[in-house]
């Protein structure tokens, strides 16, 4: 699995290979013409040395042959190898320098001469590694192709295998197929036309009973209309009594208002002009005392006793004012409380008023409600009855047009067959083309399987045959892959 792996994507970066290859190459002899000194002298030779065995691998005719090719390879690139290190060696001065002085090889540099040498001296295994690859591409789509091409012969075959035992089997049992597929169509012609006429017959019936719940649904809404207006009527009265009631209730809540306000004023101000009066009260007693004191006392002179007499009238005219007041007071804020007690009294019997109205239209709602009520469940009843017929007669409509659809069906069917029978039977020189033609077809298969069979032996001998040449070349390009890498995190490392 790994091998078929490695085959497929060396298939995919086939010619991206060989376009980098010739690059390479290019690039090489460019760098030659500049640089002499960078190549060993016997270089083209060696390479001349390695395109030798590729050519030899290329003429052989097995496994054998490509091993021999690849140990020649083999010993080739280690001379390579070695004439390579030989060059570098010799590179370096044995001597005194007599040359100027050249700047020292950068390691990236050096690890591309070396890629360069060894891609140089590598050429025959890559090109044989391609040849191998491509060798065995070719040999697998030879081999699906053969096997594409198999099934569909082995599928034409047996589509006219069927065709002809059917035209067998009808040219053998001719007789009994026209008795039998003739009395079908009969049997289905009457069925046919049972079909029809029961057809017929529910398409009035469900004709007329969609027009007898047209006509009740009609006379339903008629006889309710009285009763639905009156419900509708009483709908409205107990609307109109519930913001009759709602109306009172506020009302009787602002006339409570207006007699607790009035009470508590009514207290404050009465509560006020009594202590007015008992301090006059209170005042008119000390006065009364003090003069009395006064008019014992011999020494008191004649003008005290007419100040403190002065005194006591001013006290008692105060006291007579309170008093006057507090009636003034109590009379103005009793009738004030007396008005908003009689307001109170009158919003409540408006509420009780508007409550026993309203309890009348509802019980008035409720009654007609319920008589509209029973006339909708008893129409709904009536209505429902004839539907449910209706969804009854839709059924069976539906039936019976599927069993005319299925007699019509069995007829043509019938017919079709007697029709196919009967050309069978007229031209027996049709079947036995198709019978040449069967064994043409099979023929034609069992020489593709040999073909497909052999295309699968040649395809295991290639893989075989190529097998170390192209592991070579798998381990050449991984190799190459990996230099790349190095150069590349050198130079930006």
């Avoid at 891609?119 to 060798?135: L, W």
């Avoid at 908003?340 to 008023?353: D, I, M, N, P």
Wanted: glycine share 4%; aromatic share 2%; net charge negative.
């Amino acid at each position: 699995m790994a091998d078929e792996t490695e085959e497929t994507k060396a298939e995919e970066r086939l010619e991206q290979a060989e376009t980098e290859e010739h690059a390479e190459q290019e690039e090489s002899e460019a760098r030659e013409e500049s640089d002499g000194n960078r190549w060993p002298a016997d270089g083209p030779a060696s390479l001349e040395s390695q395109d030798e065995p590729r050519a030899d691998a290329e003429q052989g005719d097995g496994p054998e042959d490509g091993d021999e090719a690849d140990a020649e390879q083999g010993t080739e690139l280690q001379d390579g190898t070695a004439l390579a290190d030989d060059s570098e060696e010799n590179d370096e001065p044995a001597g005194p320098v007599t040359e100027p002085a050249t700047e020292p090889v950068s390691p990236q540099q050096r690890i591309i001469d070396t890629a360069q040498r060894a891609a140089q001296a590598g050429t025959a295994s890559v090109t044989e590694g391609v040849s191998a690859v491509r060798e065995l591409s070719a040999a697998r789509r030879a081999h699906a192709t053969a096997f594409k091409e198999l099934e569909t012969l082995e599928r034409d075959t047996k589509r006219l295998a069927e065709q002809l035992e059917h035209r067998r089997d009808v040219e053998s049992n001719y007789e009994r197929i026209v008795e039998v597929q003739t009395a079908e169509i009969e049997d289905a012609g009457r069925a046919l036309e049972r079909a029809r006429v029961r057809r017929a017959n529910l398409e009035s019936q469900l004709e007329g009973k969609n027009n007898e719940l047209k006509r009740l649904k009609e006379a339903n809404s008629q006889k309710m209309a009285p009763s639905r207006k009156l419900m509708e009527q009483a709908k409205d009265a107990l609307a109109k009594a519930e913001r009759a009631q709602a109306e009172a209730r506020r009302a009787l809540k602002n006339a409570q208002a207006q007699a607790d306000e009035a009470t508590a004023s009514r207290d404050s101000k009465l509560q006020a002009a009594r202590r007015a009066a008992d301090t006059a009260s209170a005042k008119l007693a000390r006065q009364q005392d003090q003069l009395t004191e006064m008019r014992r006392n011999p020494s008191a002179g004649a003008k005290g006793l007419s100040q403190a007499s002065s005194s006591v009238a001013a006290a008692l005219a105060q006291l007579e004012n309170a008093r006057e007041n507090v009636a003034r007071v109590n009379q103005e804020t009793g009738q004030a409380v007396q008005i908003a007690q009689t307001h109170l009294y009158t919003q409540r019997k408006s509420l009780e008023e508007a409550e026993t109205d309203l309890a009348q239209a509802r019980a008035r709602e409720e009654e007609l409600r319920g008589a509209y009520d029973a006339k909708r469940s008893e129409a709904d009843e009536q209505e429902s009855a004839v539907s449910s017929k209706t969804s009854e007669l839709k059924e069976s409509l539906e039936q019976a047009r599927d069993d005319e659809a299925g007699a019509r069906g069995r007829g043509q069917a019938a017919q079709a067959a007697l029709e196919e029978a009967r050309d069978i039977h007229a031209h027996p020189e049709l079947t036995d083309e198709l019978s040449e033609r069967c064994q043409e077809s099979r023929a034609r298969t069992e020489e593709q399987r040999r073909l497909v069979e052999r295309l699968a032996t040649e395809e295991r001998m290639v893989r075989e045959r190529t097998q170390r040449t192209r592991k070579v070349f798998y381990a050449l390009v991984a190799a190459a892959v990996v230099i790349v890498l190095l150069a590349v995190l050198l130079a930006f490392g």
